[in-house]
């Protein structure tokens, strides 16, 4: 136990988080060798179940004697797998296509779930865990709900919506300010290297493996008109390209408050990189949440009130709105045809008028208002995988369809339960990530605070593979360190109080006895 001098003549011991963390005697270059290799024998023989026959007992080991190591490995993995799906044959459906390299990311977890589970967790848990608990009990509940139509969706659903939130409860054993910084460069540095290639899709052009893809497995949405296709860089989807480019620049701008060796303009110029690179992939509700996550990030480094950094964030969608308009109206006649000005111009216009007929908006909002009225009309829910993509191929019940946002999702799945649940998830969430900011304001505080907003109603969109795990972790490392510094202060107030006690007065002590 170390101790701080806060007064004179006080000494206040401070509460150290001494927990030794999981390890083992894994190698990373062999890892990354071995991988490495697998991969490119995949590529060779174009078969993902060798590719999975091999990573996944890896996997399994690493995840097992070095969770700390697989937590920096895993965000390169899944930026990476919707490229090496393309790359080999079996796997370029972006539907839940059984492939079996989707089940590396969810193995690693659950084993480092039960490999942290191993050490008893210390003191009381927390509300948000409590929440977190509480959601994990209800999805595997209704896994077994019958009317989601078979088995095989409960357990898809599993895969998507209970999986992924297992990282809080890994964040919690290994939340360490050393490894966090750790993930956030990591997230950082890979989200630059995604918009590069997606910028390069944009205005170059797309190699012939995704030009495969775009032929063969391409959905809807990815055509903006006009015959201009949106960038996804490397993932299984545009909308999970977004949201990761939106978490990138969410830690980058974090990155900002810590002196670096990288020069502050390199550094701008990587932000700049990835948020061009959101602009361009023209996902309007990503460029909405990314400015509202960016301005609470500005206000709770300045420690405002929580109803003060709300409204800074709507500020700052005020202002981007209103900003789009000027740009747009200014632009709106020209009659260039070039894709970049084409994903401009429905970028802009959608953001300048977000209910306007350009903008998809009012339609989430009036598929999340059916997803509230659903599940209060069937307040037992549709089942855990009821709105997941495992619902598209195991079931066949035309009711079961997503919303696309959280709100409703949780409705149809889980019924009156799931909105009282996801309700108290996103009040503790964001009050957790809060507190944290204003109390670090530092890379980790606003990081935390900035995934949460940027993430926004998609904290359960388990389609997202390479976004939802990292929001659940970003919660995990905030409910710990957040309860560390909650028990040094009970602990310095205790010490305060007991160094600074004084005898009652000569008053005190002549008054009778009560």
């Not at 209800?138 to 709900?145: G, I």
């Not at 989601?148 to 939130?165: K, M, N, R, Y």
């Not at 502050?264 to 509700?285: K, M, N, W």
């Not at 009821?386 to 959280?406: P, Q």
Request: hydrophobic share 50%.
């Amino acid at each position: 136990m170390t101790v701080v001098k806060n007064w004179p003549d006080t000494v206040v011991p401070e509460v150290v988080d001494v927990r030794p963390l999981p390890r083992g005697g894994s190698s990373l270059p062999l890892v990354l060798m071995v991988a490495g290799g697998a991969i490119s024998l995949s590529l060779v023989t174009g078969s993902h179940t060798l590719l999975a026959l091999i990573a996944i007992p890896l996997v399994i080991s690493m995840a097992w004697s070095n969770p700390a190591g697989m937590i920096g490995i895993l965000p390169i993995w899944l930026v990476l797998l919707g490229m090496v799906r393309r790359l080999t044959t079996g796997g370029t459906n972006v539907t839940f296509s059984g492939d079996p390299l989707l089940l590396i990311a969810p193995l690693a977890l659950l084993v480092m779930w039960l490999m942290v589970t191993r050490s008893r967790e210390p003191g009381a848990l927390t509300p948000l865990a409590r929440w977190v608990l509480a959601f994990n009990v209800v999805a595997l509940l209704q896994a077994f709900n019958p009317t989601q139509g078979s088995l095989l969706t409960g357990l898809g659903g599993v895969l998507f919506l209970t999986i992924p939130t297992l990282a809080f409860w890994i964040g919690r054993r290994l939340a360490e300010p050393i490894m966090i910084m750790r993930v956030i460069w990591t997230v950082a540095l890979v989200s630059l290297i995604a918009a590069a290639y997606g910028l390069y899709q944009q205005f170059v052009g797309f190699p012939s493996w995704d030009q495969s893809w775009i032929a063969s497995k391409g959905y809807a949405a990815l055509n903006v008109g006009g015959g201009v296709t949106r960038a996804f860089s490397s993932f299984s989807s545009a909308q999970e390209y977004a949201a990761f480019l939106s978490v990138g620049a969410v830690a980058w701008a974090a990155l900002l408050t810590k002196s670096t060796r990288w020069p502050i303009l390199l550094h701008l110029a990587a932000l700049a990189t990835v948020l061009t690179a959101l602009f361009y992939e023209s996902q309007r509700t990503s460029v909405f949440l990314v400015t509202l996550a960016l301005g609470m990030m500005a206000a709770a480094k300045r420690r405002y009130r929580p109803i003060n950094v709300a409204l800074a964030g709507t500020v700052a969608v005020a202002l981007l709105i209103l900003f789009a308009g000027a740009i747009g109206g200014s632009s709106s006649t020209s009659s260039s045809s070039s894709p970049g000005s084409v994903l401009a111009q429905h970028q802009l216009s959608g953001v300048s008028q977000p209910l306007g007929s350009n903008s998809s908006l009012s339609g989430h909002i009036s598929a999340t208002r059916k997803g509230l009225l659903l599940g209060i009309r069937h307040p037992l829910g549709r089942g855990t995988g009821a709105t997941t993509l495992a619902a598209g191929k195991y079931s066949s019940s035309s009711h079961l369809t997503g919303t696309e946002f959280d709100p409703g999702n949780m409705a149809i799945d889980f019924g009156a339960v799931g909105i009282v649940v996801y309700l108290m998830l996103l009040l503790n969430g964001l009050r957790t990530a809060y507190r944290l900011a204003v109390r670090r304001r530092d890379t980790i505080g606003l990081f935390v605070i900035g995934i949460a907003g940027a993430t926004l109603f998609q904290w359960t969109n388990g389609d997202l593979y390479s976004v939802c795990w990292l929001v659940w972790l970003a919660f995990g490392f905030a409910d710990h360190l957040l309860k560390v510094e909650t028990d040094r202060d009970e602990a310095a107030r205790v010490v305060v109080d007991t160094f600074t006690w004084r005898r009652p007065s000569e008053s005190a002590r002549q008054a009778p006895a009560q």
